[in-house]
């Protein structure tokens, strides 16, 4: 039973590009989430999806994005990236109605921006 | 705003010691507690959680319970092992959001030495 899956593991861009970051989630669950965790810091969260919309937002500027697909896997876009956006992201996911405060984490994506 | 305030590590023990991480919280209504655990490159993963006032949430060894008077959420722990060594975060779950937003602690790193 695979996980949660993140890719890439790792991934530098510089100032002004855009990223994705992708997510599969455990296998049977159907919502994901997105925390961004600065070196040293708690993970913050940034939004979570659920039936292919965005449920719940943090505070992250619209610059963050994401989506989900029918199959439940996910996107995280970063336009216009910031210096400051350097962190590791992590996705977990959960199944609604089965213990649903339960999250399951992938091992993050670390992204260095120049 | 919610918020999860945790000591400050690194928290530095010789295996079957005893191990306290202090966790406090800032929130409104009745949220979820709960202690997520970080082995070295690896996700988080969730050790124990407490849903109400009073309630003791346990797994592995660890304890944590629920006091809302004091608004705090210790972890503890009679004998640790070199295996524990982690980083341990502390989260909550507010009331009034839905089951994937968390808000985290700074984290405590715990070394165990043999």
């Known amino acids: 039973d695979a996980g949660v899956t993140q890719s890439p593991t790792h991934l530098i861009k510089t100032r002004g590009q855009q990223v994705t970051l992708r997510c599969s989630p455990k296998s049977g669950h159907d919502t994901v989430s997105w925390y961004q965790q600065a070196l040293g810091q708690g993970p913050q969260f940034i939004f979570q999806y659920y039936e292919e919309e965005e449920r719940q937002r943090g505070n992250f500027p619209d610059r963050f994005s994401g989506h989900q697909f029918p199959n439940y896997s996910s996107e995280l876009n970063v336009n216009a990236l910031l210096l400051g956006d350097s962190a590791l992201y992590l996705c977990?996911?959960?199944?609604?109605?089965?213990?649903?405060?339960?999250?399951?984490f992938g091992s993050g994506t670390q992204l260095s921006v120049l | 705003g919610n918020s999860v305030t945790q000591m400050e590590g690194p928290v530095t023990l010789s295996e079957e010691a005893f191990l306290t991480i202090n966790c406090t919280y800032t929130a409104t209504g009745y949220p979820s507690l709960f202690w997520y655990v970080q082995y070295p490159g690896e996700g988080l993963q969730l050790l124990l959680k407490a849903t109400k006032a009073d309630d003791k949430g346990s797994n592995k060894g660890f304890e944590a319970t629920y006091r809302k008077e004091t608004t705090s959420f210790h972890l503890e722990k009679g004998s640790v092992q070199v295996s524990d060594s982690a980083v341990y975060f502390c989260a909550l779950s507010g009331w009034t959001d839905s089951w994937g937003k968390l808000q985290f602690g700074a984290g405590t790193q715990v070394v165990v030495t043999p």
């Open positions: 977990a996911s959960s199944l609604v109605g089965v213990d649903n405060e339960k999250l399951f």
